[in-house]
């Protein structure tokens, strides 16, 4: 089987989506040993990455020439489809609208926040994938999402894609022995090392709801007892597109200036160090198709605080507590009680663990393999 993957998320610091391509890619690399693979991008620079060099005999990535995205995946990707026989395509979100017949489309969508909370998502971005996703589902023979809360949304939204849907979860399981190397005492990260800190990791757009975690971290500060110890805030994750401004305003309304520290974009071995020292993981987003975060918070065995909104509690389960996002002093009272309860945090860190073994990015390879394979029986 001949199986084509759009992989222009890689190289873009796209959060979610070039996490998930990266470790798509590099787990097929081992487990799909008997199929060919064709790599599409627009970027020359991958092919120079140290992961990408390693690619087995059996993936070949094609850079396609840059051009405008609707350029590129409506006129260029279908004709290396076509060049290179492609049996099944797999894509993220928009797919061309035309290819040869004999060809599997498959799409993942991540989630469908544009429907469930459009007013965090740029008006253009909106147009867009309002005029594209309905014709990319009716053209699709299967679709992947991450979740089952966004797989029943997505069949809510688009009843087209009822019974072509499987729900697959992301990794973000940690192996200890992952764990270990990074817990070395050289390893303690930023100017965190000589106190305790609350850790927040992702984009900052406005659906991430920072200003209420800084907000409900002011009260926390207002009960919070031993003031010589008391956790500082840390905001992992550089501002990218659609920065939420009014996080600069929190910040300086409630006086967290010597209480927050933001470390812009971090590397995966900085994250992962990030993670190993934290007292506690905090992420309020309004909206969410998975939580990698979480996942990889708990592998850590930090006690995790997350929004009781969209997949979040199925993520969670039993390996930490959500709250209402919009209730400020719920939050501050779970972040002093996450932060001063060894008993509750003792439970919780186990509790994770446990559950993050859900959570590998082999077995979400190995089930993707599995639709690409049945595909082509049916």
Request: with cysteine.
């Amino acid at each position: 089987m001949t199986i084509g993957i759009d992989i222009r998320a890689i190289g873009k610091r796209g959060t979610g989506d070039e996490v998930y391509t990266t470790n798509l890619i590099t787990n097929l690399a081992e487990h799909a040993t008997k199929h060919t693979f064709f790599l599409f991008t627009d970027d020359e620079r991958v092919r120079e990455f140290k992961w990408i060099k390693a690619l087995p005999e059996h993936m070949t990535v094609v850079v396609i020439p840059p051009a405008h995205r609707a350029i590129w995946t409506f006129i260029k990707l279908p004709k290396a489809v076509k060049k290179y026989d492609v049996d099944v395509l797999h894509v993220q979100y928009i797919a061309p609208l035309w290819f040869p017949s004999k060809t599997k489309l498959i799409t993942t969508i991540h989630d469908i926040s544009w429907k469930v909370v459009p007013r965090y998502i740029p008006p253009k971005d909106r147009r867009l994938l309002n005029t594209f996703i309905p014709l990319t589902i009716r053209k699709a023979d299967r679709i992947i999402t991450v979740s089952k809360h966004s797989r029943e949304q997505i069949e809510q939204f688009y009843p087209a894609a009822k019974n072509i849907v499987s729900a697959i979860y992301n990794g973000g399981y940690i192996s200890p022995e992952s764990r270990a190397e990074v817990r070395r005492p050289e390893s303690v990260p930023f100017e965190t090392v000589d106190h305790p800190y609350i850790l927040h990791v992702s984009s900052l757009q406005p659906r991430k709801n920072v200003p209420q975690l800084l907000r409900a971290y002011a009260s926390f500060l207002n009960v919070y007892r031993d003031v010589s110890q008391v956790p500082l805030l840390v905001l992992a994750g550089g501002e990218g597109i659609n920065y939420d401004t009014e996080i600069d305003t929190v910040i300086e309304n409630e006086n967290l200036e010597d209480f927050v520290v933001r470390t812009g974009h971090v590397s995966e071995v900085e994250k992962y160090r990030l993670y190993a020292h934290a007292r506690l993981f905090v992420s309020l987003s309004l909206f969410e198709g998975f939580g990698i975060p979480f996942i990889e918070a708990m592998s850590f065995g930090v006690p995790v605080v997350g929004s009781n909104r969209s997949c979040l509690p199925e993520i969670i389960d039993k390996g930490g507590e959500t709250v209402n996002p919009e209730d400020r002093e719920a939050i501050a009272e779970k972040l002093y009680r996450l932060s001063t309860d060894e008993t509750l945090r003792e439970r919780y860190a186990r509790e994770g663990i446990k559950r993050t073994q859900e959570f590998t990015w082999e077995k979400m390879a190995r089930r993707t393999l599995e639709v690409y394979e049945d595909l082509l029986e049916e």
